[in-house]
């Protein structure tokens, strides 16, 4: 059953065995960070007591060790997301990083005059590097507006979409409404106007199975830490005739064929894009991270995301005093709830159900022009992970109805 699911793999991750501030910790924050199972753990832990060695550069049998465990990572990242190749994955530390090295790189091919199409309800990394490089190189940055149930239409999108459209990059899922874009449909116009296209999944790849083949994005960017690996190790996909075609952004060691004193050629692929010594523990723990994540497979995390949010939304909507802020219904949305108390600022709701154990995120998300253009000052935000489970929302409803109580409302 949906209950056993989650019940089953929860055991797996030992943080969330214990008790905060008295209570079993109910951890709804995964939209900022998820937690490690005991395999991700031990897989680190490994490399680093048996193969810790610079990669790449050394004859000796550690650093030769430590190359492969690189490259394994790497091409078990490479068959997750099912790319041509593993040069088309590039190693870096999060999404923002992946999304700056792309914009800064992608400054060779752009021209005055071009557009770049995002939406407003970007997080702040996948808006800032456009700003700049539309700045830089003196282009047209676009927005794209949901409506009032939180999509954004055709309509829009073909209004703002055309043959001046450089580049259009839009996130797979809101880090804020939890909406899920279209991203495949947009991808197949964008590419009729002769676009780039970028694809943030760091809200994608860890809940929906994600295939570059079928997307056929042109470059897809995602952490490792909100799918169960480690902090500090991310992914910047490309299609590899592209990657060949930019410039490195970050230049130093291990991304070099040759420097004089005077010049210097870079390295093939990946390397190119990888200067200085890279994160392998990283890498090795997002490969078990994926590892756990395949065994028990992307649709059925999905589905029990669903039932989850789904159950979620109906408790909260028998709150008059809850103000949801993102769509109701499930068509085209994830697992990631936004909402207001009547009269409660965000961070007292946070506080106050953080006395009861429950983690929530509250804040504007890095995701300010979206809530201006909402009008919402801040918003608390729960977030939905496989190891969560129904009895958890219920005790979240119950967190829910003591900051009423708190704050005077009577229950
Ligand atoms: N894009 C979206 C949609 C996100 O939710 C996040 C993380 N909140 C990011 C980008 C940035 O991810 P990171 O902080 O790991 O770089």
Excluded at 20 to 47: C, M, R, W
Excluded at 121 to 142: M, V, Y
Excluded at 324 to 348: C, M, Q, V, W, Y
Aim: proline share 4%; charged share 25%; net charge negative.
């Amino acid at each position: 059953s949906k209950q056993e699911f989650a019940a089953k793999y929860k055991r797996d991750f030992p943080i969330l065995k214990q008790k905060i501030n008295g209570h079993d910790l109910i951890y709804f924050d995964n939209a900022a960070t998820t937690q490690k199972p005991e395999s991700v753990l031990q897989a680190v832990n490994e490399y680093n007591r048996k193969f810790n060695a610079n990669p790449h550069r050394g004859a000796h049998t550690l650093s030769v060790r430590s190359t492969q465990a690189y490259e394994a990572a790497r091409e078990k990242v490479q068959s997750f997301i099912n790319a041509a190749s593993p040069a088309e994955i590039i190693f870096t530390r999060n999404t923002t990083e992946s999304l700056n090295l792309l914009a800064n790189s992608l400054e060779a091919i752009v021209k005055p005059g071009d557009e770049i199409l995002i939406s407003v309800l970007e997080h702040h990394s996948n808006i800032l590097p456009w700003q700049q490089l539309a700045e830089r190189k003196n282009l047209t940055l676009k927005y794209l507006y949901p409506d009032e149930n939180f999509r954004i239409s055709q309509e829009e999108f073909e209004k703002k979409l055309s043959s001046k459209t450089k580049i259009l990059s839009i996130s797979q899922m809101s880090n804020v409404t939890g909406v899920v874009n279209p991203v495949k449909e947009m991808a197949v116009k964008a590419h009729q106007q002769g676009a780039l296209v970028v694809v943030d999944g760091a809200q994608g790849a860890p809940h929906l199975k994600t295939d570059m083949q079928d997307l056929d994005a042109d470059f897809y960017a995602f952490s490792g830490h909100k799918m169960l690996g480690p902090l500090g190790i991310g992914v910047l996909y490309g299609k590899e005739n592209l990657l060949n075609e930019l410039p490195p952004f970050l230049k130093g060691g291990g991304m070099i064929e040759y420097v004089t004193e005077d010049y210097s050629t870079y390295a093939e692929l990946p390397e190119k894009f990888e200067a200085g010594t890279p994160n392998v523990e990283g890498a090795v723990g997002l490969q078990a991270a994926i590892d756990y994540l395949e065994n028990i497979g992307m649709d059925a995390i999905w589905e029990h995301e669903l039932g989850l949010t789904e159950y979620a939304l109906a408790r909260m909507s028998e709150l008059d005093y809850v103000e949801i802020a993102g769509p109701l219904d499930l068509e085209k949305r994830g697992g990631i709830i936004s909402f207001n108390l009547t009269g409660i600022h965000s961070h007292d709701l946070a506080t106050i159900v953080d006395s009861q154990g429950v983690a929530i995120r509250s804040g504007h998300h890095c995701a300010q022009p979206l809530m201006k253009y909402y009008n919402f000052n801040s918003t608390g935000r729960a977030s939905f992970y496989l190891y969560n489970e129904r009895s958890e929302v219920d005790k979240f409803i119950l967190a829910l109805k003591k900051v009423r109580e708190v704050f005077g409302y009577g229950s």
